[in-house]
Each structure stands twice: as C-alpha cells, then as structure tokens.
C-alpha cells in the first residue's frame, strides 16, 4: 500500500466514538513535521479544564483522593496545584518538582496495571506533585491547536522509559543494541545510557557507561547483553545501510552532544570522525542532515530557517531547546508558544520570507506543498496518567519471555507499551475542527473505546512511523522484519487494512485557522534579543532520566 499510488483504503466500521466513512482516499502530504516535547500526560498538560471539547478522555489534579484496599493512597493537589514545595513559581511550566521518569519508576508508577504507584517522590508539604496539572492559562496555543484542529485521546509512548530510549523509538522505532535476527535483539536498551549527566551519549562517547536493560539487573561488562557501547547499528524510518531511502529529511536538534538527538547513537547516520586532537565526532553523508543550533549558519531554532527559506525537507523532527521543551524544572513558559508559531509558520506563512510570505489562503507549506504536522511528548515524564497503556507484554515470572499468545511477534516484550502521552495533528486536510480521535460518549456513562486491543483509535509512536511510511512510499524500517514499532502499530488493525493515524485526515483542503502565541517566532531564532537574556543551546537536563 502507498499513499503515493493512491489506492483506496477500506476501513471496517466501529462503534468507537467518531467513525470512519465506509471508504476514502487519503490525501498526500508534500511533507511531515514531528515535533517532539518533553514530558507530559494528558492528565497533566489537559487536566485542568475536563470539558475543553467534546469526548476527551482526562482526570484532572485537584479534585479526589484515590483509595485503595481501604487506605487512601494520594490526595489529588487542590487549590494551588502548581504550589508543590514552598516555592514561588510564575507558572506551571516552571515548578519546582519533576518527577522521576525512569524505567524503573515506570514500572512502580505501573503497579502490574493499578496505576496506583504514582506516589513515590513527595513535595516538602507530603503531597504527591505527579498528580497535578498545569494550569490552562499557561499552555492555552495546546489547547487551541487541540480545538482547532487534532486531539487523540489514546496515543501511547511505545516504550517504558525516559527520553533517550523515546527518541530512538521515534527516530528508528526501536532502542535495540543490535540489528535483527542477532542474539538480544527483541532486548531494548531502558534507562538514559550515561552517568555522567553531561549529555553525552551515542557513537562518539561509546563505552562511558554499560546501559540498563528492560530484562535484567545484571551490570557485568561481560554479559553479552551489555557491550560497553551506545552506538546502534540498526535501520531508521529514513536509512538503511546503502543510505537515505529517497526521501530528504533533517533532524532539528538544540546541541550536541544530547539523548535528545538519536542520530548521534546510529551508526548509519553517525559515521565516526576525529579532529587534529584525536577527539571523535559524528560525520559523514547522512550526519548532515542533522541541523543543529547555532552551527553552519542556523540560528536558535533551526526549524524556522527552513520554514523561512523553503528549504523544508519532506520528513522533519523537531527537537526542541530545554528552554521551550516543557520539561519540569529546567523549562520557561515557552514550549507552547515555540510549537505555536511552528503551527502558524507551516498554516500562513512568515514575516520576511520572499518565498513563504504570510497569507491567510494561499501560505506554501498548507495550500501549495500540503504539510502535516504531528505534535507529540516524548515521555509520560513521572506525572500521573488515569488510562492504561493499551498493551503491556510481560511475563511475571520471566520478563524476557513473551505471555504465550500475547505480544506480536514475540515484539515489544518487557518493555512495551508505555503511557499515554499527548499528540495534536494539524494539517490542511484535517477530519473536522477539534476533532477528538477516539472519543468518549457524551456524560453521565461516557463510555470510551476499548483501549486494549488493535483498533483505528489506539495509536504510539510506531503510528507516527507508519503514517509516514505510507505517505511517502517507504519501506518497513527493515523491510520485511517485524521486530519494529512502524510494523507493531496498534492501530493497523488485526487485519492490517486501515492506514495508522489516517481518522485524522479527511479529503478535502480546509482553512487554516491561526494559534494566538505569546511569543513570535523571531524570539525563537534569536532568544537573546528578543528577552534580554543572554543564550547558549542546552538539551536535555542533568536530571539523568
């Protein structure tokens, strides 16, 4: 199947809030955008306005207290939600706690399916900070590209762990040290692989420290499931060993070295180099599709140089800086409005560009080179989540073994699926305005759709990679192996007939309607003139997960 032949796709009709029409023609996109935040929930990003549009699936922080067995577990944070330990905080981007976000406080957060161990880390007041939420005011462009445009209510991180594991999954759709078919390769790397908390990782810095593994505690240099390396050399979405797959794409990412920048740690696209000193870095071919921030004339934020000039490739990520990335702690107020003006840049054009000028009708990459853009949070970032992830593959007795039955393929065992994370989808050919993906019926019953099998409303990571796949007529990322999230998305459907993510897309090309931000995008080329503050790129936090 390829988008790029046009063939008509039939989808089998549910009864799962918004339905299908019994067939349709997919549109074809020119080109597609992942931009990836740091660290949310839909509980948390959503939670405090329950009802913002019809069919949200949210609980919010500061309304109940959880019991269990008779014994009150937390205590929803009330009144002052954001007020976590005593600090002054000017809004709830920026507080004072961020909870631990590692595979093993995923697994307690868990609790074998009770989503009741949240509460691990406390506040100096003793409430549970990871069951609150950020205030509405403070992330309002969210909410208007929600309303606007595209909100899924189950949309899944693949994997069971922090950031440097999920951009691997969304770069390549798996964090396996090894190519398929070799000893461990159903294994996934679980936990950020360095100790140094410096940032570095990947092919240059190979050997700083033996990752933690989904399926064992062992740290023995000399077990075959820890090489003393952090440079993969499986396939991406975009390359394999021959190189791109025909298709341009860029990598936007704030500094190197970082987790937050997975080429860095495959060896396809990291191809070693060392400078007159003997020091390693990454390079060749594929390397220079890596953009990074304030290097071979980009400015703070490389995205919107390429939005500016028409240089746009056909596949993007965007990584955002720490400053506007929406982690906790080591973030401003200004992920919303970072991803905001990326939305209006792509939508009507921009300021100053002879080739992308501002238009309401007629912008390049909505009306004439169609774009679709995918807004997602790379993990659950230790804040709480009400739903379950909609397939967890793990046997309590022996974690490398997959439940007989259960996990696809033998895929995904131990360490998939993670938990829900948001995603906005934006594009000219969007279902409806606020469309929800997955609905909920209307209130007192609201019945929601069946989370836990295959369906068209269930959607992760490995969706965002199919879709693209099909879009542009690429190949599975190893081709026929099925060992990969692009193969093992939930919403293929058992039978394989319905297009990942496609309840987002209708026919027809629609307006595109602007998101209020409070930041402009020229902020963001040059943060330093535009706040006064003085500015260097960061990536990921010392935080270490």
């Given at each position: 199947?390829?988008?790029?032949?046009?063939?008509?796709?039939?989808?089998?009709?549910?009864?799962?809030?918004?339905?299908?029409?019994?067939?349709?023609?997919?549109?074809?996109?020119s080109h597609i955008i992942i931009v990836v935040q740091e660290n949310r929930t839909p509980d948390d990003l959503f939670g405090a306005n329950l009802n913002f549009e019809s069919g949200v699936d949210l609980a919010g922080g500061g309304y109940g207290i959880f019991v269990r067995g008779g014994?009150?577990?937390?205590?929803?944070?009330?009144?002052?939600?954001?007020?976590?330990?005593?600090?002054?905080?000017?809004?709830?981007?920026?507080?004072?706690?961020?909870?631990?976000?590692?595979?093993?406080?995923?697994?307690?957060?868990?609790?074998?399916?009770?989503?009741?161990?949240?509460?691990?880390?406390?506040?100096?007041?003793?409430?549970?900070?990871?069951?609150?939420?950020?205030?509405?005011?403070?992330?309002?462009?969210?909410?208007?590209?929600a309303t606007n445009y595209g909100f899924a209510n189950y949309f899944f991180q693949t994997n069971e762990g922090p950031s440097f594991e999920a951009h691997q999954f969304l770069f390549s759709g798996t964090s396996a040290p090894v190519s398929p078919g070799q000893t461990f390769s159903q294994y996934f790397v679980a936990e950020n692989p360095f100790s140094d908390r410096n940032g570095n990782s990947g092919c240059p810095y190979s050997g700083t420290r033996i990752p933690d593994w989904a399926h064992t505690d062992a740290t023995d240099?000399?077990?075959?499931?820890?090489?003393?390396?952090?440079?993969?050399?499986?396939?991406?979405?975009?390359?394999?060993?021959?190189?791109?797959?025909?298709?341009?794409?860029?990598?936007?990412?704030?500094?190197?070295?970082?987790?937050?920048?997975?080429?860095?740690?495959?060896?396809?696209?990291?191809?070693?180099?060392?400078?007159?000193?003997?020091?390693?870095?990454?390079?060749?071919?594929?390397?220079?599709?890596?953009?990074?921030?304030?290097?071979?004339?980009?400015?703070?934020?490389?995205?919107?140089?390429?939005?500016?000039?028409?240089?746009?490739?056909?596949?993007?990520?965007?990584?955002?800086?720490?400053?506007?990335?929406?982690?906790?702690?080591s973030s401003g107020p200004y992920g919303p409005s970072f991803v905001g003006d990326i939305v209006d840049a792509v939508g009507g054009g921009m300021s100053g560009s002879t080739c992308n000028p501002p238009s309401t009708t007629n912008a390049k990459y909505w009306k004439q080179e169609p774009t679709a853009i995918f807004i997602l949070w790379d993990d659950w970032g230790g804040w709480f989540d009400h739903v379950q992830p909609w397939a967890v593959y793990r046997n309590p007795s022996d974690p490398t073994l997959c439940p007989a039955g259960s996990a696809p393929n033998g895929w995904g065992c131990g360490y998939t699926s993670g938990f829900r994370v948001p995603?906005?989808?934006v594009s000219p050919y969007f279902t409806t305005a606020g469309y929800v993906s997955g609905a909920?019926?209307?209130?007192?019953?609201?019945?929601?759709?069946?989370?836990?099998?295959?369906?068209?409303?269930?959607?992760?990571?490995?969706?965002?990679?199919?879709f693209t796949e099909q879009n542009f007529g690429l190949p599975l990322i190893d081709g026929t192996d099925k060992v990969y999230a692009d193969y093992n998305a939930p919403d293929w459907g058992t039978q394989r007939t319905n297009v990942p993510l496609s309840d987002f897309f209708g026919s027809t090309q629609q307006t595109f309607t602007p998101i209020n931000t409070l930041e402009p995008y020229s902020c963001f080329r040059d943060y330093a003139s535009c706040t006064g503050t003085p500015f260097t790129p960061t990536g990921p936090d010392d935080d270490s997960d």
């Amino acid at each position: 199947m390829s988008f790029a032949t046009r063939i008509l796709l039939l989808f089998v009709s549910v009864s799962l809030g918004a339905t299908y029409a019994a067939a349709q023609t997919l549109p074809h996109f020119s080109h597609i955008i992942i931009v990836v935040q740091e660290n949310r929930t839909p509980d948390d990003l959503f939670g405090a306005n329950l009802n913002f549009e019809s069919g949200v699936d949210l609980a919010g922080g500061g309304y109940g207290i959880f019991v269990r067995g008779g014994q009150t577990i937390y205590q929803f944070i009330q009144d002052s939600p954001r007020d976590l330990s005593g600090c002054a905080m000017n809004n709830g981007m920026t507080n004072c706690v961020d909870p631990s976000h590692s595979h093993a406080s995923w697994v307690t957060d868990y609790d074998d399916g009770n989503m009741d161990g949240f509460c691990h880390q406390t506040a100096q007041t003793g409430q549970c900070p990871q069951y609150s939420y950020v205030p509405q005011t403070d992330v309002q462009p969210y909410f208007d590209i929600a309303t606007n445009y595209g909100f899924a209510n189950y949309f899944f991180q693949t994997n069971e762990g922090p950031s440097f594991e999920a951009h691997q999954f969304l770069f390549s759709g798996t964090s396996a040290p090894v190519s398929p078919g070799q000893t461990f390769s159903q294994y996934f790397v679980a936990e950020n692989p360095f100790s140094d908390r410096n940032g570095n990782s990947g092919c240059p810095y190979s050997g700083t420290r033996i990752p933690d593994w989904a399926h064992t505690d062992a740290t023995d240099f000399t077990d075959p499931r820890h090489p003393p390396s952090e440079c993969y050399p499986h396939d991406t979405l975009v390359t394999n060993s021959s190189g791109d797959k025909g298709v341009t794409w860029g990598y936007y990412t704030p500094s190197v070295p970082a987790y937050w920048n997975a080429p860095e740690a495959l060896s396809e696209v990291c191809v070693l180099q060392y400078d007159s000193a003997g020091n390693p870095y990454c390079g060749g071919p594929e390397w220079s599709h890596v953009q990074v921030a304030d290097q071979n004339g980009h400015s703070d934020a490389p995205i919107f140089d390429d939005l500016l000039n028409c240089n746009l490739p056909a596949i993007s990520w965007v990584i955002p800086d720490r400053i506007w990335s929406d982690h906790a702690v080591s973030s401003g107020p200004y992920g919303p409005s970072f991803v905001g003006d990326i939305v209006d840049a792509v939508g009507g054009g921009m300021s100053g560009s002879t080739c992308n000028p501002p238009s309401t009708t007629n912008a390049k990459y909505w009306k004439q080179e169609p774009t679709a853009i995918f807004i997602l949070w790379d993990d659950w970032g230790g804040w709480f989540d009400h739903v379950q992830p909609w397939a967890v593959y793990r046997n309590p007795s022996d974690p490398t073994l997959c439940p007989a039955g259960s996990a696809p393929n033998g895929w995904g065992c131990g360490y998939t699926s993670g938990f829900r994370v948001p995603l906005l989808v934006v594009s000219p050919y969007f279902t409806t305005a606020g469309y929800v993906s997955g609905a909920c019926g209307a209130p007192p019953l609201h019945s929601c759709p069946n989370k836990g099998t295959n369906n068209a409303y269930v959607h992760d990571f490995g969706s965002i990679l199919a879709f693209t796949e099909q879009n542009f007529g690429l190949p599975l990322i190893d081709g026929t192996d099925k060992v990969y999230a692009d193969y093992n998305a939930p919403d293929w459907g058992t039978q394989r007939t319905n297009v990942p993510l496609s309840d987002f897309f209708g026919s027809t090309q629609q307006t595109f309607t602007p998101i209020n931000t409070l930041e402009p995008y020229s902020c963001f080329r040059d943060y330093a003139s535009c706040t006064g503050t003085p500015f260097t790129p960061t990536g990921p936090d010392d935080d270490s997960d």
